[in-house]
């Protein structure tokens, strides 16, 4: 009789303690977790801002609070996202790996353009487009040059992929010059509201830029087939060895040794499953809309009360945030002489706002009922041009330089003190 009275305390105990391993054992993994994600780029320190840029948001707190806190919230967001989606894509293939790249890669951008859309910012989503294109072809590949030939002579990258990419940008660029010469070629107009200004479109801007949109989609579809299926062996990474030429003045700063306890470190590197990848994604893209919905909503009260113009705040300030993670990625591979990778992340993902994020969101204004459009100004797409013309010049040769860097960034500081005086349109209108 003791031990059948012994036997079911003894049971209870057993299970319980069964049940306060396995929460433990969930606990170190969740902390586990986190500490991967936390330190899978450095400016995840600015995680702190989300909360802060939540409550500020929730509690209308200074329009400039607002703007300014959600901005630095949404840059390790947007880093996040690349990482969670870089580590879901290890586990499900080149091709569909590529696909969520193309996805999630620019769901920052994404996530603004729609929210600013249904709030009827198209001006914000134009810069913002236009913005990004040039920020990745401008800015960070100008970074990757400096950052990579700055102790070295020269570096070199796969030249048939610069090219593909090279003839890609400048179909996306005939995409916006042509509506803008379409608009340009229309009969003057008797009365000045019978013609939209930049922002705005009749039936006729609107139904060409709708149009090409969807041509665009088809060829950057094609475009994930050359890449990912029938060519994708021009696109494999191959790994670059410094040529040595500056040994003499310059000590190796990796050693044998090192190299193989980075390896060994990396292998030790604790990577996501397929089911947390999936709820990172998740929860960050649920943050970035919070934090980008209190962004654009005090775009208005931003503008008023600083004198800066719309397309200036769309144009350079915003793609700052979708860009910082690439920005980062690139700088770091470039510095360890990964080229093709590097050219990869700054070219590739300007090539993705320009023929998957741009014409999708016209499609998307266009089941909004919002009249999104190809037609830049004049003078936007004269900048893309220009911008698109240098870039295709410096990297064509499949070679580059820091001197090449510090041309891009050059261009990239001028095009930004360029918009920085340019007034909005309807301000234009107005005079």
Known sequence: MPSLDQTPLLSSNSNGHTSTQKLSSLRRHFLKTLITIFYSSPVNYLLIFVPIGIIAGIYEWNSNAVFWINFLAIVPLASILAFATEELA???????????????????????????????QIRIVQAS????????????????FIAGGIN??????????????????????????????????LPSPTNEDEFPVPGTSDDLILSLSRGVSIILLVVYVIFLFFQLKTHKALFEVQPQIDDGI???VLPETISSDNTTN????????????????????????????????????????????????KTFIGLIVIPIVGN??????????????????????????????AIFVTPFMVLVGWILDVPMSLYFSTFETA??????????LVILDGESNYLEGVMLVSTYLIVALAFF???????????
């Open 90 to 120: 290890e586990h499900v293939g080149e091709t569909l790996g590529g696909l969520l790249n193309a996805t999630f890669g620019n769901a920052v951008e994404l996530i603004v353009s729609i929210i600013a859309l249904k709030e009827n």
């Open 129 to 144: 487009m236009l913005g990004s294109i040039l920020s990745n072809l401008l800015l960070v590949l100008g970074c990757c």
């Open 152 to 185: 070295r002579l020269q570096q070199t990258f796969n030249q048939t992929v610069a090219q593909t990419m090279s003839s890609l940008m400048a179909l996306a660029t005939s995409s916006l010059l042509i509506p803008a010469a379409f608009h340009a070629s």
């Open 246 to 248: 500056l040994t003499a």
């Open 262 to 309: 980075l390896s060994t470190k990396e292998n030790e590197v604790k990577h996501l499953s397929i089911s947390t990848s999936l709820g990172v994604l998740v929860v960050a893209t649920i943050l970035v809309s919070l934090c980008a919905d209190y962004l654009v909503g005090s775009i208005d009260n931003i503008v008023e009360s600083s004198g800066l113009s």
């Open 324 to 353: 910082a993670a690439e920005h980062v990625t690139a700088v770091v591979v470039a510095m360890k002489n990964k080229m093709d990778l590097a050219i990869g992340v700054a070219v590739g993902s300007s090539l993705q706002i």
């Open 383 to 392: 900048i893309l041009f220009v911008s698109v013309f240098i870039s295709n």
């Open 421 to 431: 005086y340019y007034p909005d349109v309807a301000d234009v209108v107005k005079v």
